[in-house]
């Protein structure tokens, strides 16, 4: 039995991460993978540190990804990706928004917000994509879809062929936003080589 | 038909499957969807209680006529209800009865992590623990016929990790839903010391049923066989080992109280070294020391927190029951600091200025649990002290009453979910003693940190209907305090005066510091903050607010447009004036 795949959504609370993490499992159910997803809520609604674990494969066990283990690391902000780099192994995929929410420790003054975090995430982690995720859903109607712009990016790198993320894109994302947010995940697809 | 769901909404499919009736709650993680996705179900009656005490009740007297019936709520809730929940295991149950208690290992959004197993074998009831969502949709359905079959009340005790993860769950048809008779039985349900008597020996004969149960329990399984390992585990744990030792005999229980003494007797003879991995409590670990098994436990895990299949692996090799994996994780050593991200007050949050306010008046301050309580936390570290629902009044009364330092200066603050839950009988003793405190509440109209649920105040049930709206203010009124005003928060100099006012006054006071939370609407409170530069002398007074929108670059204070929610608190804290208000209210 393959071990299965294990991913990572991170970022900040309201950076849509939920939505994402949804649209991520309704292709992968599609595709016909068991799957395993264990997400926090709570204190991290409120602008803390927000974390989803997905695991597919032929049969899932545990919803907790082993530190150190995960195959692909979907970061919504890039020093979210730094707190979370020591989950991924190390020939793991990253796809990183070069996006930074400052924590309020670091816009009180009291710590600071480390310098080069990209830099250091592309020298440890050499399957690194770093996307200017905002920007590219802006482009496309609406600077709140870069969670799906990244999302298009992940696509690429999972063994879920394209028709069920359409599938899934269809069945997630309300009728009024569907338009814009396949753009966009098209846009985040095509932005990876 | 399968779904991916999460155990909460894998246990309200299970209370719909099962044909209950009546679901009662108060919310609290990881327990709050539960009733959320319930009442969405058509057929079956849910309702927030202002209380777990009253949920249970409530849930009692629908089981008492004939209805099964499903209470929610999180492990510290169980507390709460713990004084008819002690008792209902004497009278049972006529319709079931069924009790979800949502634990907390880890205290992702808790104040505790109490294992509510040791609470469920106090009150002498059964307890069911599912490994899967898959497993919580059927024990709400096996916890109902037990209930039913043993005429007990049965703890459902799920964790965190079941709570909040998804599965797949195989969708069936609901049974009927039918109430049974009632038949009038003081006997069993009058509990007075004569009739309780009797109750407590029908208990355990009770209790004896249960334990020959859990031995035929399909839910007590053993896979595989190995005469070297083997293990005993229950909940998230039974994945967490079933990841990292696939292959090793395991014994699972579903049903861990009472335990299948004689099977774990017989396990423990087949193998050569016995674990027990469990969250928490040396639950299952202690009843087998009692029994004289011997077995290898807390020796090894942890008591606290919550277990990971990267734990589980190191601890299983440092035991040598496996071989370490060579480490094949990114090397980072060497990685810059990583600044916390704690969660703070939302921009526009009606209850910073408040906590802003008692700080500047460097008054001492009592608090309690909901999103406020974040208002202890720097920068602007304006609470001294929370315990749990609804505590702030009493220990603000009982602090004022022995310490002449604390006299005149104590203040209690708790929100309004929190008051209707607990906080309205701390209220009454200090009108009847004498206290002369000063209590504020925080009404931001919603129940806020478990996500917006609604209570006796807000003129909605869960159900979507329209109800009575609580008056605080009279409630308040009939309670005995004089000295009832109300505020909105987002006014500082009213406020600082109000509480300076009521603060001296020589009678208890209450605030009412109204404004609806920030999340509640999708438009701005107000205008845009500006900055004036020119006017900006980088004192960073602002940055005290700890105000997710308000940062210092290059040493002049800079507010984000996105994240500005137009409070205007900044306004009113820059002495210099150099906050102002936008020219568009939106961006």
Redesign the interface.
Known sequence: MCKPVDILLVG??GQGTILASKVL?AAA?AAGF????????????????VVTQVRLGEK??????????ADIMLSFEK??A??W??????D?TIIVNNYAV????????????????LE?IEE??PGCTILHAVEIAKSCGNSKAANVVLLGAMAREMPVSREFWQQALDSVIPPKLLDINKKAFDAGYNAVN | MKN?LSGNAAIARGAYEAGVILAAGYPG??STEILENLSRYKNVYSEWAPNEKVALEVALGSSFSGARSLVTMKHVGVNVAADPLLTSAYTGVNGGLVLVSADDPGM??SQNEQDNRRLAALAKLPVLEPASSQEAKEMVLQGFEISEKYDIPVILRIT??IA?????VLLKDPVSREVREYNKNPRKNLMVPGYARMRRIDLDKRVENLRLYSEDTPVNCIEGSSSAVGIITSG?SY??V??VL?NTAVFKLGMTNPLPVQRIKEFAGSVEKLYIVEELEPFIEEQLQILGINATGKDLFPNTGEF???LL?SIFARAGVLEEDE??????DD????????????PGCPHRGVFYTLRKMKLSVTGDIG?YT?GGL??IEGIDSCVCMGASIGMAHGAEKVSPVMKDKTVAVIGDSTFMHSGITGLLNLVYNKGTSTVIILDNRTTA???HQDHPATGCTLMGEKAPELDIEALCRALGVNRVNTVDPLDLSQLKETIKNEIDAAEPSVIIARRPCALLSKEPVGPRVEVDLESCEGC?AC?KL???A???QEDKASVDPFTCNGCGICIQVCKFGALVKGGNSSV
């Open positions: 900040v609370g499992c159910e068991d799957i395993k997803m264990s997400e926090i809520h709570g204190m991290a609604q409120r602008g803390g540190s899932v066990y545990s919803p907790l990804i082993e530190e150190g283990c020093l979210e730094l707190r780099l020591h989950w991924m192994k190390n793991g400052a924590p309020v420790p670091v816009l009180a003054g009291v710590a600071e917000y480390p310098a080069n975090v250091y440890k982690v | 991916l993680t990881p992702h959004s965190t990790r909040h993860s998804q599965g797949y998230v994945q967490y079933k990841e696939p990971s299949p990267g692996r480490h094949k994780n990114a090397e980072i990685a810059p600091a990583v600044p916390g991200r704690p969660p703070v007050l939302c999103c974040l720097p920068p940190m478990t996500g960073g940055l700890g105000c997710p308000i940062s210092m």
